[in-house]
């Protein structure tokens, strides 16, 4: 049985994690403590909520008073449908006990961005844009780099991304493919073989209904042609299907 244990936290709680690494850890921690007393525990006062959530966890807290106020704080100002991450105890304290340098932060924040999106799936189709916003803390992608913090920032560049990707891949189990798509594949839980195959089915699914697309514009402006020849229009036309939802050219 997995008995690991996550501090399951909105997103948001990852702004500023490189340059302000202790202040977002404790954030996160106090929000994991306080969203388990009071949404996982049915009963008990306010502070002996917080030791059982303590407990859950076997962690201890610097100050459970603190831990509670700042939890509670968190909790209220964040949206209660963001999205969500799960992040490993045992890889929160790793983090929290030895120093780390931005680049193993940014992969980090990579991999939690990623689980962010992917969630249940077995794979999702990511662009960059998207990931490095959910890197950043933010609900929904950008449209412009400057968009991030300074901090994302500097890895926001192909070159980056490409030594980010490959870190997750041989450390973290990231899979990834990304042939002729706009963004990238991911998954944590299929073979690379089978990533491939779903990502080329739905390419070949996109290419097909782009194809059907054209080919009906196409014969529209034929159509088109030859009824002008006649001082007709085929939008005007009731002998003619074409406008009547036909979905197929021949």
Not at 123 to 149: F, P, Q
Not at 222 to 236: C, D, I, T, V
Request: overall charge positive; glycine content about 4%.
């Amino acid at each position: 049985m997995d008995d690991k244990r996550y501090f399951n936290v909105p997103v948001q709680l990852l702004q500023g994690f490189i340059s302000n690494t202790r202040k977002c850890q404790q954030d996160i921690f106090d929000y994991a403590i306080y969203n388990h007393a009071f949404n996982h525990i049915s009963e008990g006062k306010e502070l002996t909520r917080i030791r059982a959530a303590l407990n859950y966890y076997g962690v201890k807290a610097g100050n459970e008073n603190a831990t509670l106020s700042n939890g509670e704080d968190l909790f209220n100002s964040i949206p209660e449908d963001s999205p969500k991450v799960g992040i490993n105890k045992d890889v929160y304290f790793d983090f929290y006990k030895n120093e780390k340098t931005d680049f193993v932060k940014a992969c980090f924040l990579a991999f939690l961005a990623l689980k962010s999106i992917i969630n249940k799936k077995a794979y999702c189709r990511i662009t960059n844009a998207y990931l490095w916003a959910r890197m950043d803390g933010k609900t929904h992608s950008v449209d412009n780099i400057e968009d991030l913090s300074p901090d994302i920032q500097r890895f926001a560049n192909e070159y980056q991304m490409r030594k980010i990707k490959t870190e997750l891949r041989n450390n973290w189990k990231l899979v990834y493919y990304g042939r002729y798509t706009r963004g990238c594949y991911y998954s944590f839980t299929l073979q690379l073989d089978e990533l491939v195959f779903q990502a080329e089915k739905k390419r070949k699914s996109t290419i097909d209904k782009m194809y059907k697309d054209q080919e009906r514009q196409a014969v529209y402006r034929a159509m088109e042609r030859l009824y002008k020849g006649n001082g007709n229009s085929p939008k005007n036309d009731h002998n003619t299907t074409y406008n009547k939802g036909i979905s197929e050219p021949f």
